[in-house]
């Protein structure tokens, strides 16, 4: 490993960092006594500390993002090139980095045909609420304005992408939201609201109660996750997504798939509602896109959509007013090509699905061994483990205790996620998201940890 020269110049960051950074999701009382924990460098699924200490990152940068895996060089070539020749033009023009990605985005993305460049998750999900709102207001003579989203589903953290936060522990004191957003139930089967043998319609029927219960002509837009990441890596039930797809058509409502998490590789195909054959109005992703090298993030719809805003040019409102000033970066698309490319030719969407699947029946043996282990779940390399205090009644493991489990297996040098600060109560599922590079070594060292923390913490 090639640290910084002279570790007094680690320990002035780590300082420089306790004294000055304002961390992400993070409660700074500790940090009073507890230096923060400061990465210096990775390689692969690998990660190395200010201290020295060497981690196997079995959450991709801890939220899902570094796909590809840390240290591509090629990536970073890539970049730097760009960079020299041209580093950002404003998004009212075009580049050829932004060009040239968006035609193997698209090839990849049968049926759509437009790409929004912007950079986070949370700002790709507000275009399009935007979109919506503009669509209502030019198209629907101001109805079919609201914007429908799913319990336990997130879309983002500013105060728009908020109103449609499923996850009650992110929005809470950041009121009031704006209006014209709408719950519908979510569509865990372990956690059954509704006592049915076709569970996957039923809990899409739920969907339908909703927009009849609001008036279908006021509902334009509905936006779900493919995969529930942080609200507990929920898998829709069979049935699920035939039936939404059905109902968005019979009311003219807009489909909006957030795979902010699940986009490029991380279920094993390019998207994750490419498993389920639906088709979607509208994409948004992020994390992935570029594995974290640049940021990049991308609003994808079809052209039926976008002619709706060209199709009067004599009126100076009708097009899309908006503009988002680093999407104008040239490094986002130009990392995303390479990522792109290491995707296909190091054959990680296959790697992801027999990985996955490896993993998926480590942690089932887990379940066998474990009663904490209440479910399992996942698809792909996005893999989730619900803990409970008792099967028989499901009631959720104590959240401390849930982060006990992924301490210990910190302090075995695996970085596992569990949710967090994301529903009250409910911040119990162990989350895995290693690197689409993941070998079965790797997979084992990771399911070995949780067996040493569960049988420790729990016993
Ligand atoms: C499903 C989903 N959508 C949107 C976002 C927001 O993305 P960003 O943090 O890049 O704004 C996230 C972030 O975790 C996410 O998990």
Redesign the pocket.
């Known amino acids: 490993m090639t640290l910084i020269p002279g570790s007094n110049s680690l320990s002035h960051a780590v300082a420089a960092d306790r004294a000055h950074v304002w961390h992400h999701l993070s409660q700074h009382k500790p940090y009073e006594t507890v230096d923060p924990r400061v990465f210096v460098e990775g390689k692969g699924l690998r990660l190395w500390d200010a201290k020295g200490k060497e981690y196997l990152d079995a959450v991709s940068g801890g939220?899902w993002t570094v796909n590809v895996g840390y240290g591509r060089e090629s990536i970073a070539n890539a970049v730097r090139d760009q960079l020299v020749k041209l580093n950002y033009y404003a998004g009212a023009a075009g580049t050829v980095p932004g060009a040239l990605f968006a035609e193997k985005l698209i090839e990849k993305m049968p049926g759509l045909s437009r790409v929004y460049y912007s950079n986070?998750?949370?700002?790709a999900?507000e275009k399009v609420y935007k979109m919506v709102r503009q669509i209502a207001h030019r198209h629907h003579g101001g109805k079919k304005w609201k914007i429908l989203y799913r319990e336990r589903d997130?879309?983002?953290?500013t105060i728009g992408t908020l109103a449609t936060s499923g996850q009650h522990q992110r929005a809470d004191q950041y009121g009031p939201f704006p209006d014209g957003f709408v719950m519908v139930p979510h569509c865990l089967e372990y956690r059954k609201q509704w006592d049915v043998e076709n569970y996957g319609e039923r809990a899409a029927d739920a969907i339908e109660d909703v927009i009849l219960r609001e008036g279908p002509d006021s509902v334009g837009c509905l936006v779900l996750?493919p995969v529930t990441?942080?609200g507990g890596v929920i898998l829709p039930p069979l049935g699920y997504w035939e039936r939404v797809q059905e109902i968005c058509r019979k009311y003219d409502i807009l489909l909006h798939l957030?795979e902010?998490?699940c986009g490029l590789g991380r279920t094993g195909t390019w998207f994750g509602y490419q498993n389920y054959g639906i088709q979607p109005d509208f994409v948004t992703m992020?994390?992935g896109v570029a594995s974290g090298y640049a940021a990049i993030?991308c609003t994808v719809t079809t052209e039926r959509v976008f002619e709706m805003f060209k199709d009067a040019p004599e009126d100076s409102m009708s097009f899309f007013r908006d503009i988002s000033t680093f999407g104008g970066c040239t490094a986002g698309p130009v990392a995303a090509l390479e990522n792109m490319r290491i995707i296909e030719d190091e054959g990680l969407l296959a790697n992801t699905i027999n990985m996955g699947e490896h993993c998926l029946a480590k942690l089932q043996a887990l379940q066998e061994k474990h009663a904490v282990i209440g479910d399992v779940r996942g698809k792909g390399l996005f893999l989730g483990a619900e803990l409970v205090a008792d099967r028989a009644t499901k009631e959720p493991l104590e959240e401390k205790r849930v982060q006990a489990v992924v301490a210990h297996c910190l302090s075995q040098g695996v970085i596992i996620g569990a949710t967090n600060r994301s529903l009250q109560g409910l911040n119990n599922t162990l989350c895995l998201s290693p690197a689409l590079i993941a070998s079965r070594d790797d997979i084992d060292r990771i399911t070995n940890a949780i067996d040493r923390a569960l049988t420790n913490v729990i016993g």
Do not use: R
């Open positions: 939220v986070s998750g949370s700002e999900n997130y879309h983002g953290t996750e990441a942080g957030d902010v998490v992020a994390k993030s």
